[in-house]
């Protein structure tokens, strides 16, 4: 069954559907003009247009807000009381804009193969038993566990670290094929993940 992810300020789009008329601020400008490689500056554009997309979504103004980088590239919102995540894969990109009181963060993958070779390297022995139950995949179950560690390391702002140890899922349900991870160092906070338009969606929030 497909689920999909459903929260206000979420907004999934494709690359390839930016709009010509779309302009960056002059703040976003200065960055993008910075991004040698077409297709990332396209990507970063694309970003910036979903998270006004987004944020539009909690009638926030838009004519004064910059979505710039902070030290770690994390998005960073100016001119708003709202703070959104960003992801992209080669041909989509989704925005969450949250108030920014609140810890939220959010990650897409486009499905692909052969990630048997990394399984070991991203996974626990908790995580390795939980998905012995499964009913995914290998390559489902790597991008379910990777997806929902990644959106976790966007919600605490800290990247992902050379050890995923912080991150590990000590539980994961599914409810109409929506997966609900816990997290053991952060129990404070969850993590929906979703195989919705042949990506696999992850929103980590606080609980």
Partial sequence: MEASVKSKGLVL??????????????????????????????????????ARLALAQHHAELHSISVIRGNLHQPVVTGSSFQVSISHTQHWVAAYAFPATAVAGLDIEEPRRGLEGVWSRITTDT???LSTTWPLTADQKALLIWSAKESLAKA??????????????ASATCENGTWFCRH????????????????VIALTQEL
């Fill in 127 to 129: 995580e390795k038993s």
């Fill in 13 to 50: 789009a494709r690359i390839e559907d930016l709009p010509s008329e779309f302009t960056l601020s002059s703040a976003e400008q200065q960055i993008a003009e910075g991004i040698r490689n077409i297709a990332a500056r396209q990507r970063f554009t694309a970003g910036r247009w979903a």
């Fill in 184 to 199: 053991s160092g952060f129990p404070m906070l969850g993590t929906r993940v979703v195989f919705q338009e042949g990506l």
């Fill in 156 to 169: 605490l702002r800290t990247g992902i670290s050379t050890t995923l140890d912080p991150f590990a899922i």
